[in-house]
């Protein structure tokens, strides 16, 4: 027995609206950045630099 689809013409003509259309309000954006180092060691973080600027978030 097949499913009904109820958005499914929506989504195949592009229509259909998703979350990530959506604009979101002062969004928070993070990076990930790896080593170049495969077995190095963290021995200190710098981050007074960081701290520094207004739009430095801390969890």
């Keep these: ?3 009904v689809r ?3 013409e929506a989504k195949v003509t ?3 609206c998703y979350a990530s259309d959506e604009p979101v309000r002062d969004a928070v ?3 990930l950045l790896t080593s170049s ?3 190095g ?3 200190r973080i710098h981050v007074e630099d960081a701290f520094a600027k ?3 978030w801390t969890f």
């Design 14 to 16: 592009g229509r259909a």
């Design 54 to 56: 207004t739009a430095c």
């Design 29 to 31: 954006y993070a990076f």
């Design 1 to 3: 027995m097949p499913h």
């Design 37 to 39: 180092i495969a077995r």
């Design 41 to 43: 060691r963290v021995r």
């Design 6 to 8: 109820i958005d499914g």
